[in-house]
């Protein structure tokens, strides 16, 4: 169709794009656009600010190490992981939406799940490092013998993963994600989630306490899942959000 | 609506009874037309629909009643044919942290062309900026990030170029540079479509406009056969002579003038009368002999409103 348009010194066009060095491309391109110096700072000093609630959880009571350093995953997975997730996660397709540069990405001859694909993982390599290694490294501080380091890393994980697809689709879908998503993490998980079984279900940090619970044998309040649906049921949940994400995408109106 | 000209064949634009509104406001209503190759000028005041007309035509945003095809697809289903629009939006806004040939190249790699690197240096090429410059675009002009829009508009080579606004604050050189490249696009055969409410720049692009005034396509054609198609006003002449009084006096019998007025000469100019008539090719063809009768000598017989300007005020006036 276009052989009739290409002027001589013109570069030459496939069918189509490939797909893999453009999610390379795409998933780089929105690691280096959403890690502002901002957010960086602001992630880091909260995750410094677990590392020393770390140090001081084990200066004060040197008794139970594992029911506190699970006490103090749990507490992390509530508030610092999700929040750091929110910040990136929502921004990162967001702040193209708003102002307007999506449209680099979108009229292009790419499916609309390879954005959001990419702004996913983009979401999770700044996350992972930023803060859950720092949680989990810090669970060595409260006990020294490294039981909990698989249990906070696969939890801390597959929160990240889950939140990860919840905020990327709510930076989609909103204008203003960033207090949607706080009201979600403070009110939805943190008081409602506790009202019933219903809405515990509807929680992602019910999941996750399920996976700290089954692997160190202490029981947490709303952690009432087995192992494998503490895992599973998340992971979907993001699967399923970024396929909405995606279809979402595919019909938005770019500025 | 004001029509002129056959609508192309085999079109690459093809609007169909579009409409666009946001709530209660009509942002665009019933527009129809059709474009093939060349470049087309869309006109209109601010706030007339412009960029909200262009961005229905890439699929950016879906009409709500009516069709826009590209090439005879759908844009906003058809991924595919997205590889064939380039378009410079008007918001300046671009990937801050991306050097220009990394965000043109990026540009190239997404619309699967070969060779992105080298397709990225061709097209910084054409807006004449340098491929080798490291710096942020977050440091650039206005201008040079316009060109830099151009630029990843045109890497893949399209066969539609959409350019809302793309002269932007350029200088007078780059506007000229511009103006003159995407003519080339145009006479190679791709269909260019370029907004605009400055008509000096439209003027230049081509003589090919789609008028657009409160979301409604006011006319589409020519310009000047679209002003001589407006009947309901007169046109005006400008006939500048050495005797006056004396054609003045010829021309206000001749048939079709309505009115005659002087223009007494200044400044080593020529004094001229100006002629307001219904008929401008019968006037043209008895101004001679008027001149003749009158004994005087024609220095300048010149249409004083059949200028973009003068027919943009008329359309989105009347």
Known sequence: ?255 | MTAVAAAPEVPMIEADRASKWFGDVVAVSDVSFRIGPGVTALLGPNGAGKSTLLRMLCGLTPPDRGAVRILGADPRRDISVRAQIGIVPQQEAMFEALTAFEFVRLAALLHGVEDPAGAARWALDLVELDHADHRSTTTYSKGMKQRVKVAQALVNDPAVVVLDEPLTGLDPRQRGHLIELFGRLGQQGRCVIVSSHVLDEVERFGSRVLVVAQGRLAATGDFRAIRDLMDDRPHRIRVRTDRLREVATELISSPGVLAVRLEPAAAGRAGAVIVDTTDAPLFRRSVAAAAQRADATLLEVAPLDDDLDSVFRYLVGR
């Open chain 1, 1 to 255: 169709m276009t052989a009739g348009y290409r002027s001589p010194k013109a570069p030459a066009v496939r069918s189509g794009p490939r797909l893999g060095p453009v999610f390379v491309a795409e998933y780089r391109l929105l690691l280096r656009s959403v890690c502002t110096k901002g957010r960086l700072i602001a992630i880091t000093m909260l995750a410094g600010l677990s590392v020393l609630t770390a140090v001081a959880i084990a200066l004060a009571d040197p008794f139970d190490p594992v029911f506190r350093g699970v006490g103090f995953v749990n507490g992390n997975i509530a508030t610092l992981i999700p929040v750091a997730v929110l910040v990136f996660g929502a921004a990162v397709l967001g702040d193209l939406i708003d102002d307007g540069s999506l449209v680099y990405l979108w009229l292009r001859p790419v499916p609309s799940w390879i954005h959001v694909l990419a702004a996913w993982l983009a979401t999770v390599t700044i996350v992972v490092p930023l803060v859950l290694v720092p949680v989990v490294a810090s669970t060595l501080f409260i006990d020294t013998s490294g039981s909990l380091l698989a249990p906070a890393a696969l939890g801390g994980f597959v929160a990240v993963a889950a939140y990860g697809g919840l905020f990327v689709t709510l930076g989609v879908r909103f204008k203003r994600a960033l207090p949607w998503g706080l009201v979600y993490i403070l009110i939805w998980e943190g008081f409602i989630a506790a009202a019933g079984k219903t809405a515990t279900k509807l929680a992602v940090r019910s999941y996750v306490r399920s996976i700290l619970g089954s692997m160190t044998d202490t029981h947490l309040k709303l952690g009432e899942f087995s192992l494998g649906v503490g895992i599973v049921v998340p992971l979907l949940v993001a699967a399923a959000a970024l396929a909405y994400a995606s279809r979402r995408l595919a019909k938005t109106d770019v500025a």
